[in-house]
């Protein structure tokens, strides 16, 4: 069974650019969540999505971070404009359901802005 | 809102030995728990959950875990660790019901590094 697979694998940008991630989620499941882990810190959930439609994203700093599962498979995460204390690594999960409860994740993307 | 806290930045293991890595959580009702493990430059791999029933939870590579209500700790365990365990280790909770401030996503900890000498 194919992963979680999530490009680019790294990215370096300066401040306000704008930088997109994708993430395409194992085949069949229905629940994806993108997590930002910072260095030293457990992952924290940005935003979850049951097919195409968004259960929560409550920490997700919407005046500069979009997401969207247009289709309910794979998925974009943008960051725009960036900010230094974006640097991170962002991870892509997902899980068969909501009820589903364990996630797979992918490898990440690591950000650093500079 | 849920919590879980990781009390022990890096744990210390010689080969051969037994290793705990300690894991408690704050939730208003029934937790979902459970751990996952991240080698280096990879994503994080489920190890283990508990969800209802029997409080010991075997999962992979030869782990398990015993989840305490009372004490609110979900302590990950191996009887015999070996170098190939060197990794960071999450523990994180969930709360199905949406009690603990009517959310229902994971928390996870800050990690423990484990390192387990030869």
């Known amino acids: 069974e194919a992963g979680v697979a999530q490009s680019p694998r790294y990215k370096i940008i300066e401040k306000r650019q704008s930088v997109a991630f994708w993430c395409n989620p194992i085949s069949g499941h229905a629940t994806l969540y993108w997590y930002q882990q910072i260095l030293g810190q457990g992952p924290k959930l940005l935003i979850q999505f049951q097919n195409n439609g968004v259960v929560d994203d409550s920490q997700l700093p919407k005046d500069r971070f979009s997401a969207e599962r247009l289709k309910g498979v794979d998925s974009t995460l943008k960051i725009q404009p960036a900010k230094l204390e974006d640097s991170a690594v962002y991870l892509c999960?997902?899980?068969?359901?909501?009820?589903?409860?364990?996630?797979?994740f992918g490898q990440g993307t690591r950000l650093t802005v500079v | 809102a849920q919590s879980v806290a990781q009390p022990e930045d890096q744990v210390n293991v010689a080969e051969g030995n037994p290793l705990t890595v300690k894991c408690t959580y704050s939730?208003?009702?029934?937790?979902?728990l459970f751990w996952y493990v991240q080698y280096p430059n990879r994503g994080l791999q489920f190890l283990l959950k508990?969800?209802?029933?029997?409080?010991l939870v075997k999962g992979s590579y030869g782990f398990e875990a015993e989840f305490n209500k009372s004490q609110t700790s979900f302590h990950l365990k191996k009887p015999s660790a070996l170098v190939s365990d060197s990794a960071l280790y999450f523990c994180?909770?969930?709360?199905?019901?949406?009690?603990?401030?009517?959310?229902?996503?994971?928390?996870f900890g800050r990690g423990t590094s484990l390192i387990v000498h030869p």
């Open positions: 508990y969800i209802t029933g029997d409080n």
């Open positions: 999960a997902s899980s068969l359901g909501l009820e589903n409860t364990e996630a797979f």
């Open positions: 939730v208003s009702g029934n937790p979902y």
């Open positions: 994180a909770v969930r709360d199905p019901q949406g009690l603990s401030g009517g959310s229902y996503i994971p928390t």
